[in-house]
């Protein structure tokens, strides 16, 4: 018996869930994108995020939903402020639309971009790390275009169509490892006249014809791949109570350990990760050894300052000591919905150990 605990393991609906969705797909015999099932998931996030139907996109996956965001925004070659501590699609979608990047530190409490004006740049990609809600309100006064990175906040941005301005636009990821998943994709949550330009980018910039009206991707949403997120939508409720069960039992651990949560479980909203900030006082190589030489996975998500890697050197940085920080003191532990208090126990009792070394 495998004993190893991994550090993820994704759940996606069972083939008898999703056995009527490819059932309508064979009946109806569109395969490939726009059919009836794609028009159903976008009427469904238009209702869980409260806002209406043309203020949603489907796209093929996150990082192309942040491209196709920043792409029909403003003029190839100005400045978006991103920050230095995040996934690196966040700042490989940038530079994929031709964008410069001005890496930011970010707050120490909350893990993300404090909302201040950067008067050189045309706007700001925020960064709500693992989970955690946009804070589109505290970022209404900053001039310009502001993009939302919320890949792991599916369950953080329901109802969020209320705080939703003329120049924010939302992406949450549908991949196979987020909460909420397509088994691959995104949605974006934005304007209706950005959103219908997104879209249009996303399919070869064509607008109501078969002629490029503008720069534009191969981006959009499969049937097949809508099947798999209304499969996943029918049982979200269910799933969501399995997640906060999980999530409950990683907080108490963290809290008898006096370790710092990562914001979104502090929030109490539901993801597929579960980091803590280690003290100062042990160092995260000797914490993650002793993990595993009892047979727990362990991952730094987010290794370095992306502004370090060397995709990025050509790109401007202020001093980040924040952001430098977290990657030295931040460590991803096993986390699913599936997880058994058993299992939750048996990295306590580990942690503690590794901890006290």
Sequence with gaps: MDRKLRVMRPVLPSANKL????????????????????????????????????????????????????ETVGEIGDTWV????????????????????????????????????HHFARGHLVVAPFGSKPNLPAWSEIMGPKIFDAAAGFDACRGIGADIRDESMIMVSLHATKTLPAAEGAVLIGPADWIK??????????????????????????????????????????????WERSRKLAVEIAQSLNLEVQPSFAQGFVTSTWNVHLPSSVGLTAVTQGLADEGIETRSWWPACVSDMSAFRMQTAEPLPNAEQLVDRVLGLPFSQCMESDDFQRIAVALEQSLAT
């Design 197 to 242: 330009r997104a879209s249009q980018w996303a399919n070869f910039g064509f607008a109501g014809s078969r002629f490029s009206s503008g720069p534009g991707m191969n981006a959009k949403m499969s049937e097949y791949h809508a099947a798999v997120g209304l499969a996943s939508l029918d049982s979200w409720n269910d799933d969501r109570v399995a």
């Design 19 to 70: 056995h009527p969705y490819l059932t309508r797909i064979d009946d109806v015999g569109l395969y490939s994108n726009f059919g009836p099932l794609h028009a159903n998931l976008t009427d469904r996030f238009a209702e869980y995020f409260n806002v209406d139907s043309q203020q949603v996109a489907l796209i093929a996956n996150g990082t192309l939903g942040l491209q196709a965001a920043v």
């Design 82 to 117: 991103l920050p230095a501590w995040t996934f690196v699609a966040s700042g490989q979608a940038v530079l994929a639309a031709g964008r410069r990047i001005h890496f930011a530190d970010v707050e120490r409490d909350t893990w993300e971009l404090s909302p201040r004006d």
